[in-house]
């Protein structure tokens, strides 16, 4: 894939945040730069999630959030920071 097919993607966990951790680390197959952003509640703890986080970390994904509870773990977005990510991503899913 060359440079100039090469999207910056956004996907926003809200819904479904192992479904959300599984599709970004799966568009980076694509060359597409992904990043992560966390809503509506903290991650639950399952190994699914562990699972989800190691593959994260593999693909060079590093998730952000807007849930104040993930704030010790994860850089906290505000709803201007979240508006700007929105608006710079050639893409925006919603999952």
Excluded: C, Y
């Amino acid at each position: 894939m060359s440079a100039s097919n090469e999207k910056t993607l956004l996907v926003l966990a809200r819904h479904d945040h192992t479904e959300a951790m599984r599709v970004a680390a799966g568009l980076t197959i694509f060359g597409h730069q992904v990043d992560l952003v966390f809503m509506t509640g903290p991650v639950a703890d399952t190994p699914e999630n562990a699972a989800n986080a190691e593959l994260l970390e593999l693909t060079g994904i590093a998730p952000q959030t807007t849930v104040a509870a993930m704030a010790d773990d994860l850089p906290l977005l505000d709803a201007a920071a979240l508006a700007l990510a929105m608006t710079n991503a050639d893409i925006v899913l919603s999952i």
